[in-house]
């Protein structure tokens, strides 16, 4: 009976390992990539030091360079500094945040832009610090429009009012014109490049194309996965 129950103990450990296998500074806290991410997070605070620096936007010049597993883990690792942190998933066209955390995604983004839905009652709980995350929620024919509404301008405004760091995935930044609208919304663009994939010209077009959104980039961030 013994060897029984510590053998679904252990299906249990295997189960949560595999609902949360992208997470690697969640199941790997003291691995060389997550003291990576504590890097990463240790400059971002020294950004926000005496600033009223909330919203991050973390953007990448094309799609397939590892930007919402990037984004995951950097809040999974700032969360389990006792910040409290929002993870925002506003790639309405192509999202993933919640399959990554396996959560529900019947309520998010689009069901408080379009239907008024209360920002508590859609915000997910995780149990990982005080990290919580917003889903998409249902897409929308033109994501691009409720991105660039003025809701949601006020939903990244009251969301930094409420949390010490907002991070927030998005549409690649040369595909879709709703990441340049979301740039100009947040305190600071963290530019995400794929070692070996990203070409030289599209970084520096997805750098142009954020200065004329009036955003700032406050720093890159090199996947080498």
């Known amino acids: 009976m013994k060897s029984l129950i510590l053998r679904k103990k252990g299906q249990v450990m295997m189960a949560k390992k595999r609902k949360k296998r992208n997470l690697v500074t969640y199941l790997y806290p003291d691995s060389y990539i997550a003291d990576q991410f504590r890097t990463i997070r240790t400059n971002i605070r020294f950004i ?80 990982i610090g005080k990290l919580d995350v917003l889903t998409s929620g249902s897409v929308f024919f033109n994501p691009g429009e ?10 990244l405004q009251n969301a930094a009012n409420e949390y010490d760091i907002v991070l927030i995935d998005s549409p690649s930044v040369l595909e879709y014109t709703e990441t340049r609208v979301l740039a100009n919304y947040c305190d600071g663009v963290l530019l995400l490049l794929k070692h070996a994939k990203t070409e030289l010209e599209k970084a520096s077009e997805a750098i142009r194309v954020l200065d004329l959104a009036h955003s700032q980039i406050v720093g890159a961030i090199i996947n080498d996965k």
Do not use: W, Y
């Open 48 to 127: 926000t030091t005496g600033s009223n620096k909330r919203t991050f936007l973390v953007a990448s010049p094309d799609a397939g360079e590892g930007k919402s597993i990037t984004i995951a883990n950097l809040a999974v690792s700032m969360a389990q500094q006792k910040e409290k942190i929002l993870l925002i998933d506003a790639n309405l066209r192509s999202p993933v945040l919640h399959t990554i955390f396996k959560l529900p995604n019947d309520k998010g983004i689009t069901s408080i832009l379009k239907h008024k839905v209360p920002i508590n009652e859609a915000i997910c709980h995780t149990e």
């Open 146 to 155: 409720i991105i660039g509404s003025d809701l949601m301008k006020e939903l």
